[in-house]
């Protein structure tokens, strides 16, 4: 792959487990809001019932549905009303909640192999990363290895729409077929990629057997295959 002189990634499920960070980070903050609010106001708060709640202001407000930070913020507060908080109370509770949620949600554990590999990568490639999530990738050990991270929330919309994918290409000033897109998700990172004229490479993190064809220019499972993948060969 002579012509690739940058490589983009997605983060959730790409670079480590999202799942186990996001469920970590929710357990940590109802733990932290039960310890200053009076118990019936979070008797019956779950994953469940919170989710309910966050299912509410998506379908009332469709078009924040990308912006994760704004709409956990906005359910916390829905929260908070529904059990007796005043309007005060609530902004307070739920400001003081998503910042223990997102302090712990920056708290991940990166694939095995992931560390070494970016290591190695971002020595010959200029690194980005392109996600539909809120990971703060600067703010962790792994965002030493990238010039940049774009949100989604940042933007007017989300993958696979085109708009972060040009964004990216712009900062990175090279064109689209000379920049290779890794991720896990087939929709949003290999469709939305190869619309814009990127290279791509489907993660497929679990192993998983898809009902289709995958349009993506090549798949690997680990990420360390990356860099044969990278590497000429005679």
Same mark, same amino acid.
């Given at each position: ?18 799942? #186990? +960070?996001? !469920? ?5 903050? *109802? &733990?932290?809001?039960? =310890?200053?609010?009076?118990a019936?106001? @979070? ?50 509770l ?15 554990k ?7 590999? #970016? +290591?190695? !990568? ?5 690194? *980005? &990363?392109?996600?539909? =999530? ?5 703010? @962790? ?46 929709e ?19 192993g ?5 064809a ?21």
């Amino acid at each position: 792959m002579k012509s690739i002189r940058a490589l983009t990634f997605d983060l959730d499920n790409t670079l480590w487990e999202t799942d #186990l +960070s996001i !469920l970590n980070a929710e357990d940590v903050m *109802a &733990a932290h809001l039960r =310890g200053l609010t009076p118990a019936a106001w @979070m008797a019956d708060f779950s994953l469940e019932t919170f989710r309910a709640v966050r299912q509410q202001i998506v379908q009332e407000q469709p078009e924040i549905a990308h912006n994760l930070t704004v709409v956990r913020r906005q359910t916390l507060v829905r929260w908070f009303q529904h059990q007796g908080a005043t309007e005060a109370e609530a902004e307070e509770l739920a400001g003081e909640g998503f910042r223990i949620f997102y302090q712990e949600r920056q708290k991940v554990k990166p694939y095995p192999g992931t560390v070494e590999t #970016l +290591s190695h !990568l971002s020595k010959i490639y200029p690194l *980005a &990363a392109i996600t539909n =999530g809120n990971a703060d990738l600067m703010a @962790m050990p792994l965002g030493e290895y990238f010039q940049f991270s774009l949100q989604s929330q940042h933007f007017p919309k989300p993958k696979p729409d085109p708009v972060m994918f040009e964004e990216a290409l712009a900062r990175l000033n090279i064109e689209a077929h000379e920049c290779l897109h890794i991720g896990d998700d087939i929709e949003h990172d290999v469709i939305g990629a190869s619309q814009v004229g990127m290279k791509t490479v489907w993660f497929n993190t679990h192993g998983r057997t898809p009902e289709e064809a995958v349009p993506a220019d090549h798949t690997i499972t680990r990420l360390e295959q990356l860099v044969d993948l990278l590497t000429p060969h005679d």
